[in-house]
């Protein structure tokens, strides 16, 4: 009997530059393996960091902690060309041994804003994050209590093997689920101050299961746990934000 | 009734036919076939070379090198290896040489000496301990528990990384500042309503508001660069952490695998501390083997069989053997022959292999040289072939004078090639060399190069002839049979050795000695083996030995066969009937590379009054060789002290080797010089019949020459070709009497009386059978008999001195007259 193919898995990497990228894309690529795969590579240009190169006096703290002067507006727009062909290039240099297909834009505005956007369409979107050392980090699978995802947990489980990694269950909104590979908390803050203190190399979370709803959590998320988060079903996100700023559904979802 | 001639208007009889060839009995050699003979000797003749042989191959002491000197086809290289492999038998078998890793530094391979045999033992050892720990090394790291203690590490590290991180984000947001990622790093920015500030609202503040941010940004910015600054030093500590990780758990399984293998070599401290810095460097340099392991095998083998010491990072504990002796079958010192001796073949090489464009190399390209190869025994060099390569001869005097091989490559020495190399550890040489060259290579070598001597203080002088004797030519028998035998030729009836034999003594050129050219014999014997398959015959056959001596002659005969035909269509003038006033036959040898021939060549005498002068024609031309020019001059110090003594030299005598376009050198053309001065002197007819060969003294001796049975056969060419009258022969010196050892055909001619060969002691003997007139002895009143050709002679000269008198007179006569005027 003949095997079926396995079906597509679409990954979209969402990253304000090549540095942030690049950690998603060492990620994906031991993903990649005898996976039916395309790839999607999106770089955002952040309005917020644009803007503040042109306040006076601004410096950049470098990765190895030096300070140099910011980057002027025009400096900062071929450093974001350069990114955008080194983002390009490894995307094919990932996407090249197994064949997949894979595709690349740019976009500006905010970060998780233009994945988001960009993710109808997408099985997963990872944000990326840079990391600022070389320490194999944790891999945290951010749940909903009452909601057991299977998907998720599969795919959590495959990722933490595939990097060598310890895998980690956080469950915000039942004390009682707390065991061996599994914190439980009450609240999503709660989870992120935990978050924020541990060394973590991936989030994976679901939107449509939560605890993490809107975009600004996901924004917090980003934030505090300072690593690339693998994004599932944001496509429901994606339909609270088009019925809430009065833009139809997309005609092919339907 | 005609006049009774007087003795020497007779053509003097010649020698005796039995003379010109002392052929060899084959009745006296005591067998019919040479199938009847048992063991025989393979060399003879040559006790002095033998015995200088022997003293080298047994002596210990160092400089006691050797250099077998003589001419090509004397068997010196097959009694050289005879008698060096029999010593060589006698003394064990030297140690093995390797090199290995220096793992302090590597360009600097360390050479390692290992009981015979156990060269192999080592390597093999060594390449089962790299496939070993590649097999168990990678399944360490994979287990459970390397990869807790791993974790936990990265845990430790990471959460100290991520500490302090936590705390400065924390303290930013509390602050009211935003953490911004760019390209380049990390920005600061102060958050207005929650959004990171505007340059628009930054501008609008009032200037203590803005310093107030600008001073807190700069502060927090300065707080972050002290945290990502202590990165570096965390990852550091990482490392470190993990290499000490890596080599407590390899350092278990490495120190029990090369446990194992220093227990084989138990005795050896050299392996046992070599073995000590291979375990070591396996410990640090574990990850070495996980790399190895993560390559995938796609071969039909299973991984466990896989050969992981073929792969390139595992060269560096590769054993590399210089040399090494099996136990089990060399029990004898090494006989090392090199028949290309240049400077790579001798002291080794190191080759480089292209790695990504450049030229690289590391000590498992050492290769060895002879010198290695031959280290503890002997090694025989062609001399020629080594002073012809470049730094060859340099390279081998440098290793016997410091006992050591040192490996340099010609491209460093002269400085063509610019990339890595090694200074391999020199080796310790403990060596007899033997070289193998000829006489005038040894002598230069002896002139030129002041540490030939130190270095090569034997020599074996291999002997041209042996003495022929009735025991001799037993022997010689024998060895030729004992050829025979070891080439697989057919065995040789007596007569064809007695004609071999015949050809040893004709190369000889002594009717008294075989030749020692055992080489040029055994030529002889396989063309004749191979006439002799051609005609049927179980055995080689007097006729087959002729025919190949004949095929041989004829192969090389081209240039005397167009000379001859030159002489028989007169184109070169040569008169083998009457005679001539002045005009002599000469004899002249030609060298064609291994092929010699006579021919005649007429020379000619004219004189007249003079000064005393003697003109060599072929000297004035510089056509003569010095030896010619002395000839001549010793004919005007004969005419000199014979002739007129109390009167001035009054001749002008030019003297020329007719048609003669080449160089001419040598003496043994003097008399006929000679005696062509004298017939024109004294104006008596020279027989053209006869020609001349023979070198003349200031006293009239005729002196030995060189080439006489050469020279007489191609003056019988010359005559037969045109007809033999019986009138027609050699003058030869009586000295050369004993160096005859004519073809056959010229001893029947002799013994019919159609051609002789007269041999003489003086010019007076020489003159006479020549012109067939009494030479003439100075009688006691001063004076030859009148009529003799001394007296002729002297009449002559006498007339000239008269007429150069005379013409002085008239001459100071004529200034007188005009002064008178």
Partial sequence: ?254 | MAKKKSKAEVLPKGLAPEALRVACDPAELGFETTAELGSSPMTIGQDRAIDAINLAASITHKDFNIYVLGRMGMGRHDTVSKLISKQAADRPAPSDWVYVNNFDAPHKPNAMRLPAGSAFVLKSAMQHLVDDLANEIPALFESEEYQTQRRAIEEEFGQRHEEPIAEFAERAAKEGVALLRTPMGFMLAAIVDGKPIKPEVYEALAPEERKAIDAKVERLQEHLAKVLQHGPQLEKEYRQRIEGLHAGLAERVVSLRVKEVADQFRKNAEIGAYLEHVRKDMISNAELFLVSKEETNDGPFPEVIRKFHLEPQFDRYAVNIMVSHDVSKDVAAPVVSEDMPTLHYLSGRIEHISEMGTLATNFTLIKPGALHRANGGFLVLDAARLLSEPYAWEALKRSLQSQSISISSLGERLGLVSTVSLEPDPIPLELRVVLIGDRRLHMLLCLLDPEFNELFKLQADFEDDLPRTARTTRLMARVVAGYARQENLRPMTAGAVAALLDHAVRLADDSKKFTLQLGALKDVMREADHYAGQSGTASITDADISQAIAQADRRASRIRERLQEAVTRKTILIDTVGSAVGQVNGLSVIGTGQYNFGRPTRITARVRMGAGKVVDIEREVDLGGPLHSKGVLILGGFLASRYARDVPMSLQASLVFEQSYGGVDGDSASSAELYALLSALSGVAIRQGLAVTGSVNQNGEVQAIGGVNEKIEGFFDTCKARRLTGKQGVLIPAANVEHLMLRRDIVEAARAGKFRVIAIKTIDQGIEALTGRVAGKRKRGGNFPEGSINALVEAQLRAFAETRRRFAKDIEALPKAEDGK
């Fill in chain 1, 1 to 254: 009997m003949t095997v079926p193919p396995h079906a597509e898995t679409r990954i979209l990497i969402g990253a304000g530059s090549f540095v942030d990228a690049t950690a998603a894309l060492r990620i994906v690529a031991r993903l990649a393996a005898g996976v039916n795969v395309t790839f999607g590579g999106l770089l955002i240009e952040d309005r917020d960091t644009l803007d503040m190169c042109h306040l006076p006096n601004q410096r950049v703290v470098s990765a190895g902690g030096s300070l140099v002067c910011a980057p002027s507006p025009s400096q900062l727009r071929t450093l974001m060309a350069a990114d955008a062909k080194a983002f390009r290039r490894s995307l094919a240099e990932v996407a090249g041994p197994v064949g997949a297909a894979w595709t690349f834009e740019q976009s500006i505005g905010d970060l998780v804003q233009q994945a988001l956007t960009a993710s109808a369409g997408w099985d997963i979107t990872i944000v990326g994050h840079r990391s600022v050392h070389p320490m194999r980090g944790k891999v945290i699978s951010l749940r909903a209590a009452t909601d057991a995802d299977a998907a998720l947990n599969a795919f959590s489980d495959r990722l933490a093997t595939s990097l060598s990694a310890e895998h980690l269950v956080f469950s915000v909104g039942d004390l009682s689920r707390g065991s061996a590979g599994s914190f439980a908390f009450a609240s999503l803050e709660e989870a992120l101050v935990t978050l924020a203190r541990m060394n973590v190399q991936a989030v994976l979370l679901d939107l449509s299961h939560g605890p993490v709803h809107t975009s600004d959590q996901l924004r917090r998320l980003l934030e505090v746990s300072r690593c690339s988060l693998f994004v599932f079903g944001a496509a429901a996100l994606n339909e609270q934000l088009e019925h809430s700023t009065q833009i139809p559904p997309s005609p092919t979802r339907r």
